[in-house]
């Protein structure tokens, strides 16, 4: 059974330049969520999706960031003209949804902006 | 606004030494407290969920406890592999998820 799979694991842009990481769930897990992690500082909730639906996107900033998560394909976390500060580890996790499931994490894409 | 505390920041024991991390939370309507384990360049790993006051789970040298206002990792005669951050996180609604920042702990051979 494969966990949550993220790329690229690591991912170099320079300022001004677009990002976009991607994340597929878990087999049979509907329910994606992404939280970005700076170093010596927890997990930090960014936006909540399910199939074609954003559930709750309250931890997004509200410019130059947004994601999707298609009736196919992977997850999509977009962010557009990075800027140094957007430099962290993104992590995906997804769940089966409803009742009290656990997410499962996959091993994060590292944003290094230059 | 929900709340999930960690204590201490970092945590080292000689290999066999047991301890306890703490995890207190403010989270009204809890419905799941869930500990990981995360390990350097890794993803969090799941360890355990605890649903109501009073349960305990139990998985080779760790242990979690809830009570309500608090949960608790004992780890008993720990080795040096068990060295990574543990995480806990507090459960609230459709699945809002509040992370601690994490115990770092390192387990001396």
């Known amino acids: 059974n494969a966990g949550v799979m993220q790329n690229p694991r690591h991912l170099v842009r320079r300022r001004g330049q677009e990002a976009r990481l991607r994340c597929s769930p878990m087999?049979?897990?509907?329910?994606v969520y992404w939280y970005r992690q700076l170093p010596e500082e927890g997990l930090k909730f960014m936006v909540y999706?399910?199939?074609?639906?954003?559930?709750?996107e309250s931890g997004m900033p509200k410019e130059r960031f947004s994601a999707e998560f298609p009736k196919e394909g992977p997850s999509i976390l977009r962010i557009q003209q990075v800027v140094r500060g957007d430099s962290a580890a993104y992590f995906c996790?997804?769940?089966?949804?409803?009742?009290?499931?656990?997410?499962?994490f996959g091993n994060g894409t590292r944003l290094t902006v230059t | 606004e929900d709340q999930v505390t960690q204590s201490p920041e970092a945590l080292r024991l000689q290999e066999g030494e047991s301890s306890s991390l703490n995890c207190s939370y403010t989270?009204?309507?809890?419905?799941?407290l869930f500990w990981y384990r995360q390990d350097p360049g890794k993803g969090p790993e799941f360890l355990f969920t605890?649903?109501?006051a009073g349960e305990e789970k139990e998985k080779e040298r760790l242990k979690a406890t809830l009570t309500k206002k608090e949960s608790f990792l004992h780890i008993t005669a720990p080795k040096p592999e068990d060295s990574a951050t543990y995480l806990c996180?507090?459960?609230?609604?459709?699945?809002?998820?509040?992370f601690g920042t994490g115990t770092k702990l390192q387990v001396i051979p």
């Open positions: 996790a997804s769940s089966p949804g409803g009742g009290n499931s656990p997410l499962h």
């Open positions: 087999k049979g897990h509907s329910h």
């Open positions: 999706l399910q199939k074609e639906n954003i559930i709750d």
């Open positions: 989270v009204s309507g809890l419905r799941g």
């Open positions: 605890l649903y109501s």
């Open positions: 996180a507090a459960l609230r609604g459709y699945q809002k998820v509040t």
